[in-house]
Structures are given as structure tokens and as C-alpha cells.
């Protein structure tokens, strides 16, 4: 038997095929270092240089617990920077897992998911909200339902860059329940929180109309500043 002569073409060929099959072998790849994964979108190399934040579980009130488990450090900041700003969509599934992660089990009585929500011209000029993406496979693993009748009736300025104080006027009465909210614990899902501002006024909101707790689920704690 006599072997073909090793030619550019078929290296290439074989390149190809090898291509292909690690693509069905591991059809996804890490959002950070792109290397090829078999069914998580962020690999462990990546996972482990993360930075995390040292108290990733508060309990402050009002809430019954805010997770927060990474620094709004690189390379998250600029995943979710590139999530917002520049319609990355394909970090939001990586970064719902990340949070995921992070849960040692998700609480019992949460009944309900709440995106932070964003402003109706907001949401059209971006044409998403990012807290809803990040959202969306935690719904999906966990099957709650999402809480569609809060809205925030003020388009806000931007938050960074303001003073606590600033941040404080500038969000009063930001947010407001339309109708009823028949749920008792509320997760509000979040990309970041920096003094955690928004999400108490949204959770002082919630708890008027009648749920009985709010908690946050963020990525990314940023230092005000
Ligand atoms: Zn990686």
C-alpha cells in the first residue's frame, strides 16, 4: 500500500476535520479566553482568576440577603461594559452562570425574579435590558416566573460619577408598582451595585405594595467612587 504524499491541502483538510469535531465534541467557548468548552461558557482557568469580593453575602435591611460574589474588576467589568454598551449578548448566559456558581443553593421561598428594571427610553435606545438577558437563564434553571408590572417612571442619569447624596435625589422616587404584587420574596437580578442605592429604593417600593422580602443577586460589586 502505498501512502499519499503529505500535501498543504490535506493538512488542511485534517484541520478541518479536527475542527469540526471538537466543535461538536465542546460546542462552546469560554466568553473570556475562548478556549473550547464542553457545556460551561466560562472555563476554569478563567473562573479561578476572577476576582471575587471578600463578603460576596450581606444582609443589610432592607433586604434578606444581597449577593454580590465578584469586583467589578477586569475581566468582568469589561464583560459586562461590552453586555451594555456595545450588545455583547452572548455574556449574559456566561454571567447568569457566574452567578449560578455562586449560590450555594438557591433560597426555598424566593417566589419571584425581578430585573432591575430600566426606563422605557432607556430600554429603547439600548433595544435591551441587560438585567433581564442576565436574568433570563436563571429563570429558566430555577423556573420562576419574572415580576413584569414594576417600572421606573424617571429616567435617571447615569450613576457613576455622583456623590452618595447625588445618587440618593437623584433616584427618589424612581420606581412604582403597577397594580398588584402578589409575591412574598422577590430576587431583584442586577449587572452591578455600587452603594446599593437603586436597589433599595426599588426594594422600599416593593415592600409597600406587599411583598414580604426583597433580596439582589448582582454580579459585581463596584466601590463607589
Ligand atoms: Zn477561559
Keep these: 500500500m502505498r501512502w499519499a504524499p503529505i500535501t498543504s491541502r490535506s493538512l488542511a483538510l485534517v484541520a478541518w476535520f ?4 471538537s466543535e461538536a465534541v465542546c460546542p462552546l467557548c469560554c466568553v473570556f479566553c475562548g478556549a473550547r468548552q464542553f457545556d460551561a461558557p ?10 471575587r469580593v471578600t463578603d460576596p453575602c450581606g444582609n443589610e435591611p432592607p433586604f434578606m440577603f444581597v449577593i454580590a ?10 464583560a459586562i461594559k461590552a453586555l451594555k454598551f456595545r450588545r455583547k449578548l452572548f455574556y449574559a448566559p456566561a454571567l447568569a452562570h457566574l452567578l449560578m456558581l455562586s449560590l450555594p443553593a438557591f433560597p426555598d421561598d424566593v417566589d419571584a425574579l425581578l430585573p432591575m428594571p430600566l426606563h422605557w427610553r432607556r430600554h429603547g435606545l439600548r433595544g435591551f435590558n441587560q438585567a433581564t438577558e442576565i436574568a433570563r437563564p436563571i429563570r429558566r ?48 437580578v442586577d449587572d452591578v451595585i455600587t452603594t446599593g442605592e437603586t436597589c ?20 459585581a460589586r463596584a466601590r463607589p467612587g
Excluded: M
Design 69 to 78: 460574589p465578584y469586583e467589578y474588576a477586569f475581566p468582568i467589568d469589561a
Design 141 to 188: 434553571a430555577t423556573g420562576l416566573p419574572f415580576i413584569r408590572n414594576v417600572v421606573r417612571c424617571r429616567n435617571t442619569p447615569f450613576q457613576s460619577g455622583l456623590t452618595a447624596a447625588q445618587r440618593k435625589r437623584n433616584l427618589k422616587s424612581a420606581f412604582a408598582v403597577k397594580g398588584d404584587l402578589c409575591h412574598r420574596h422577590v430576587l431583584i
Design 200 to 219: 433599595r429604593q426599588l426594594a422600599d417600593v416593593l415592600l409597600g405594595a406587599g411583598a414580604k422580602r426583597v433580596s439582589v443577586l448582582a454580579i
Design 18 to 21: 479536527w475542527r469540526r469535531i
Design 42 to 51: 466560562v472555563c476554569d482557568g478563567c473562573l479561578g482568576d476572577l476576582v
